[in-house]
């Protein structure tokens, strides 16, 4: 089993910067896939990036490539989710998810899933 929580969400002007965080419970967080996905309201949830449990490899959404950065400090049980040059389209409740094949950007094969934290970017 894995809790996973995540913080650092909140309220920032577009082009400025927020940085995730998501500590896991358990373990075996070592060798979990980490994910961040975002649902903004009435809106599907969706992949915004992930990590293997190693860090060598990471994979991220078109919408937040060179924008945002994922990582993770095995050691601390954490992944962050560093967002650079927000835009208000990127408003959304993110969330922190684990599971243990490969890397995916597909929400279903995630077995676990955090509360999400809210981010809001006002233009």
């Known amino acids: 089993q894995v809790q996973l929580v995540e913080s650092g969400g909140g309220l920032v002007l577009a082009g400025g910067s927020l940085r995730l965080s998501c500590v896991a419970s358990?373990?075996?967080?070592?060798?979990?896939?980490m994910g961040w996905f975002r649902q903004a309201p009435g809106k599907e949830r969706e992949f915004v990036a992930a990590?293997?449990?190693?860090?060598?490899?990471?994979y991220y959404a078109d919408s937040v490539k060179g924008r945002f950065t994922i990582s993770r400090d095995n050691a601390k049980k954490t992944v962050y989710l560093q967002m650079n040059s927000l835009k208000p389209e990127d408003t959304a409740v993110y969330y922190c998810?684990?599971?243990?094949?490969?890397?995916?950007?597909?929400?279903?094969?995630?077995?676990?899933w955090g509360q999400g934290t809210q981010v809001t970017v006002s233009s």
């Open positions: 990590i293997t449990w190693s860090g060598s490899s990471t």
């Open positions: 358990g373990r075996t967080f070592r060798s979990y896939v």
């Open positions: 998810a684990a599971e243990q094949g490969s890397l995916t950007f597909v929400a279903y094969e995630y077995d676990y």
